[in-house]
Nanobody, 120 residues
Framework: QVQLVESGGGLVQSGESLRLSCAAS????????MRWYRQAPGKQRQLVAV???????DYGDSVKGRFTISRDSAKRTVYLQMNSLKPEDTAVYYCNADIRGIIKPLLTYWGQGTQVTVSS
């Protein structure tokens, strides 16, 4: 069984930083793209950042220059370093990854989400 487990969310003040982590576990053959999404109350889920297996990254316009996505392939973990946080960054952050299992085909998995709250 493949799982994604996020950690690192919390309550911070505007201008502060947080680092989110998401670890994949289970019977995994390989992991392709890994992504972070977020969903604020009453809004649609939006893509925050993506990193390919080769390390290429891309970001949503609202976080460019403030957030950095990275991954440690040996640990099967993706990170999201969030700097200069703003109240509008408040949301539940979800990890997402395309994973090929030992038996299962390439599928997209989601983590359970971690709350990030930024106070002004």
């Amino acid at each position: 069984q493949v799982q994604l487990v996020e950690s690192g969310g919390g309550l911070v003040q505007s201008g502060e930083s947080l680092r989110l982590s998401c670890a994949a576990s289970g019977t995994i053959r390989y992991i392709n793209d890994m992504r972070w999404y977020r969903q604020a109350p009453g809004k649609q889920r939006q893509l925050v950042a993506v990193i390919t297996s080769g390390g290429t990254t891309d970001y949503g316009d609202s976080v460019k220059g403030r957030f950095t996505i990275s991954r440690d392939s040996a640990k099967r973990t993706v990170y999201l370093q969030m700097n200069s946080l703003k109240p509008e960054d408040t949301a539940v952050y979800y990890c997402n990854a395309d994973i090929r299992g030992i038996i299962k085909p390439l599928l997209t998995y989601w983590g359970q989400g971690t709350q990030v709250t930024v106070s002004s």
